[in-house]
């Protein structure tokens, strides 16, 4: 799947198509070998790749802590325990920091997020190129290795979010509590359609704004990737101007991936951090 194989908007399509699973326009079921055929399969296709690649990383994840916390002993210990040690305390001070109530769920669930998304973040910095080759070795027309890049992934998790915070509003609040707190602020029962209004809103902007930063961010990353890619197949041969192209895409490559390990982090606790503190403003009589 080299640039040099396909036309620059073709690899970057290419690149960018989600291997699909749907409705074919023939009445079948079954995978989309082109992004128009992914497309006409409307809203209950599934992004295989996107599916496969989520459960990948959460079940290597659930391993490693897993056997860390099974590895426990009075000895020393090793780099793993130390690393998963460092990581729950690391994760507890944040949610200390930012979330004032009581709920022993709100720990685990930041650090279930925060590696979990960093996980899937870090996917992007794979070679462009490797996993998609080996996958047309092996028949499959599409394979997108980061699931943040796929806004049904990161809305996923948001909605997921979304329902936790919808269920510990009423929960702590009740539901006159929680109908209250959207149609008599902040300006009383005299303002009630304004509040209902501005509340609304500022409530469906959660989860909006949750998936979007995340899949905005990582997906700019990765078209950045496919850009720099692009310049790899303007090599021909010993000329001054794909020499130069050549090696100015060797270093911005590495520039590019050093920097974007920065992102892939800052993106993972950012929203960690929103889930906590939206969890405890579910938990606040007022915000």
Known sequence: MSSEAHTS???????????????LQDGTWGIAHTPEEAK???????????????????????????RAATS?????????????EWAVEFIDTSVRGSFSAKNDMVAPLALTIFFWV??????????????????????????????????NATFGMAIGVFLLVLYYSVKMKGVGGFVGELTLQPFGKWGMPVNLLLEGVNLIAKPISLALRL????????????????????????TLGSTTLYGSQI????????????????????FMTLTVVYMDMAHQEHH
Not at 128 to 135: A, E, N, R, T, W
């Open 9 to 23: 908007a073709e690899y970057i399509k290419h690149h960018l198509q989600n291997l699909t699973y749907g409705h």
């Open 40 to 66: 006409a399969m409307g809203f209950w296709a599934l992004n295989l790749d996107t599916l496969f690649m989520s459960l990948l990383l959460g079940v290597v994840l659930m391993f490693v802590f897993r």
């Open 72 to 84: 426990i002993n009075t000895g020393a210990p090793n780099g793993l325990r130390n690393f998963c």
């Open 118 to 151: 960093f996980a899937m973040n870090l996917m992007d910095l794979l070679p462009i190129d490797y996993v998609p080759l080996l996958m047309h070795e092996l028949n499959v027309p599409f394979f997108k290795v980061v699931p943040s890049t796929d806004p």
């Open 215 to 238: 899949f905005g961010n990582m997906y700019a990353g990765e078209m950045i990737f496919i850009l720099i890619a692009l310049m790899g197949g303007t090599w021909a041969g010993m």
């Open 251 to 270: 270093v911005l490559s590495l520039g590019w991936a050093i920097f974007h390990i920065l992102i892939v982090t800052l993106q993972a606790f950012i």
